[in-house]
């Protein structure tokens, strides 16, 4: 159980664990575990359960899922990277679940604009082939 700081523990860390000690990152996630998960804590007055707690939770998926929603938000690339500390796409792309419903609207959304980009150039003209074969005699 994280308890206040005491301005006399000898450390300058904001958070200490339950002997006054600076709190490690380990130390974190095993408390932030015990709070959420239905598990709970074994500190103070033997095991306390959390019956609405999350049957499984770690913070590691916290990471799989923050890349997803950005990503599926529309975050590009070179943010994801920055904000996840990826050094690579493929990294980072092992963290991404794309939603199959944005796969589809940008399918459809790009085909639209390529519809509409063929549709502001000149429109194709249809020959006929006595027509075609003339103009050939002529342009020889």
């Given at each position: ?21 600076p709190s ?9 575990n ?7 804590s ?13 049957d ?23 943010t994801l990277?920055?904000?996840?500390g990826?050094?690579?796409d ?14 589809h609207r940008?399918?459809?959304s ?15 003209q ?7 074969a ?5 342009a020889?």
């Amino acid at each position: 159980m994280l308890k206040e700081r005491d301005p006399h523990c000898g450390h300058n860390n904001l958070l200490c664990g339950k002997f006054g000690q600076p709190s490690t990152a380990q130390s974190l996630r095993d408390e932030l575990n015990a709070i959420l998960t239905k598990r709970g804590s074994t500190y103070h007055n033997g095991h306390k359960t959390n019956p609405d707690g999350f049957d499984k939770w770690s913070t590691h998926q916290l990471r799989h899922t923050m890349t997803s929603k950005l990503a599926n938000g529309g975050a590009n690339a070179a943010t994801l990277k920055a904000i996840g500390g990826w050094g690579s796409d493929k990294a980072m792309n092992a963290y991404i679940k794309v939603d199959e419903s944005i796969v589809h609207r940008g399918y459809e959304s790009a085909m639209k604009r390529s519809k509409e980009e063929r549709v502001q150039k000149q429109p194709l003209q249809r020959v006929s082939l006595s027509d075609l074969a003339k103009q050939q005699k002529k342009a020889k």
